[in-house]
């Protein structure tokens, strides 16, 4: 494999452009590799060579299908190793979490390899003899995988799999932040023994190239992971041709606490569900919601473990140990969340955790708790991101699912108490897609992934994953 360079994958060849750009190792600034930049043109063939191979991939056997996923699964997990280290310079991830992304993209080739093989249809009893009703799924045609920088490798995974196993042809395109290893799922793919045209992937400026594939006439369903504000604008652009859209937006999780809770296993999950990826993950608890009685002694605790936390880059040098934290994607992102925490401050937060010193190159920040945060700081009702959170209190059960809903975000939500009723029955009154109940990570490969409200629209994973990129056919029949 070439992990240096992210070329163009178009109708089974690869292809560079005249010109590129450098990708960056945001835990020291330097130069990881280079992503080939193209344009509408490129984008415009990709569709091409998709749209001409759907008719024989749509017409493959679902074992055919299931057989190619599961070649490549097993590449993906024989290519392990280089992938993950490559992903963790080009993202800033640490080293162990890039390894668990990748395995975690290996299971969902897996899934919808088998998956795809339980897709059944409907035979429906007829009104009159001598008549038939069905109802079989085929796939929807050319389908565009759209991927972010923060997890480049498993979200574009969870895509790939449930369009293939749905028989659709793909033109993908991934963030030039981190396109490194992403590019490198291509090439699995590629080498898996997918056909020509089957699997296709673009490289350029994300408006020009999506405009171009989103205008293609053999484009069917658009698939995007990204900010709120980009798929609006993207869904816009889909309804000038009904092109299906399926969205996995922004989000603004509530980490909600009672006073009844095992108060050292909650800590050590706002400690995982935080800062995950330096808190780069859109499914990330971002707004600590705590029990009044508890509250000092939870934002204690866990500032307690913020300031114990090592920083620094992801793939350690020689025998030196795996820091806990890494750095953010860029300086950018470190700017953006500083912003976060000085309006906090300014309107009267606390900062709670006391270390400030982050190493000198590279776009790291120290992880901060606040508390006294007002309701109306953007450390609550923006995504943050980043390494940084605040603590909010709650006096009643009723005042703790209010808050948590007081955005027109809905991913995800978090619920820690020992109480099982309610387990059961607070998750209810949540409008988040997906709760944990004691589960700082609740995602896996068979569970669907969506949110509600502003967060998106859709499910991937699941059965639901694949269902998003099949049409349902209804047939009558008289004998």
């Known amino acids: 494999m070439n992990l240096k360079s992210a070329h163009h994958l178009i109708n089974g060849t690869w292809h560079s452009s005249d010109s590129s ?27 091409d060579a998709a749209a001409e191979a759907f008719g024989s991939w749509s017409r493959t056997t679902v074992r055919t299908r299931a057989d190619l996923l599961q070649n490549a699964a097993a ?79 498993s979200i574009q995974a969870r895509k790939l799999a449930a369009m293939l196993a749905a028989g659709c042809t793909v033109v993908g395109r991934v963030s030039e932040k981190a396109p490194l290893a992403a590019t490198g799922l291509f090439e699995v793919l590629h080498d898996a023994g997918f056909p020509a045209g089957v699997v296709n992937l673009v490289h350029g400026p994300s408006r020009e190239t999506t405009a171009a594939l989103l205008k293609h006439p053999a484009v069917r369903a658009v698939s995007f992971t990204g900010s709120t504000g980009v798929g609006r604008q993207i869904m816009a652009s889909a309804s000038d041709r009904i092109v299906r859209p399926l969205l996995e937006l922004g989000g603004n999780a509530p980490f909600i606490v009672f006073e009844d809770a095992d108060l050292d296993a909650a800590v050590e999950g706002a400690v995982l569900g935080r800062l995950r990826n330096t808190g780069q993950s859109c499914v990330a608890a971002n707004r600590f919601l705590v029990q009044d009685s508890i509250a000092d002694e ?27 934290l890494g750095p953010v994607i860029d300086d950018d992102r470190a700017r953006a969340v500083q912003t976060l925490i000085d309006d906090a401050l300014d309107r009267g937060a606390r900062r709670v955790t006391e270390r400030t010193q982050v190493p000198d190159q590279g776009s790291f920040l120290a992880p901060t708790l606040l508390v006294d945060v007002p309701a109306d700081a953007q450390l609550v009702t923006d995504e943050v991101f980043g390494p940084a959170a605040g603590v909010v209190t709650f006096a009643s059960e009723d005042e703790a699912i209010s808050m948590a809903n007081a955005t027109e975000m809905g991913l995800a939500a978090y619920v820690w108490s020992k109480d099982a009723r309610r387990g059961w029955e607070i998750p209810e009154q949540l409008e988040a897609g997906i709760v944990g109940v004691n589960d700082p990570l609740p995602s896996v490969a068979f569970a669907p992934m969506g949110g509600a409200k502003q967060s998106g629209l859709g499910r991937e994973g699941s059965s639901l994953g694949l269902e998003e990129f099949e049409e349902v056919q209804y047939v009558a029949w008289r004998a």
């Open 298 to 324: 939870f934002a204690r605790k866990l500032a307690a473990k913020f300031d114990a936390l090592t920083i620094g880059h992801g793939v350690p040098e020689g025998d030196s140990a795996v820091p806990d």
């Open 75 to 153: 590449l993906l997990a024989e290519r392990r190793n280089e992938l993950a280290h490559t992903l963790a310079l080009e993202a800033g991830k640490r080293l162990p979490e890039a390894q668990g992304e990748v395995d975690f993209s290996v299971e969902y080739f897996r899934w919808f390899a088998e998956e795809v093989r339980r897709s059944t249809g409907t035979v429906s009893p007829p009104e009159l003899r001598g008549r038939r009703h069905l109802s079989t799924r085929k796939p929807i045609g050319v389908a565009l995988s759209l991927t972010p920088w923060n997890f480049p490798v």
């Open 21 to 47: 750009k450098d990708v960056l190792d945001p835990g020291n600034g330097s130069t990881v590799g280079e992503v080939a930049w193209g344009g509408a043109a490129d984008a415009t063939r990709a569709a």
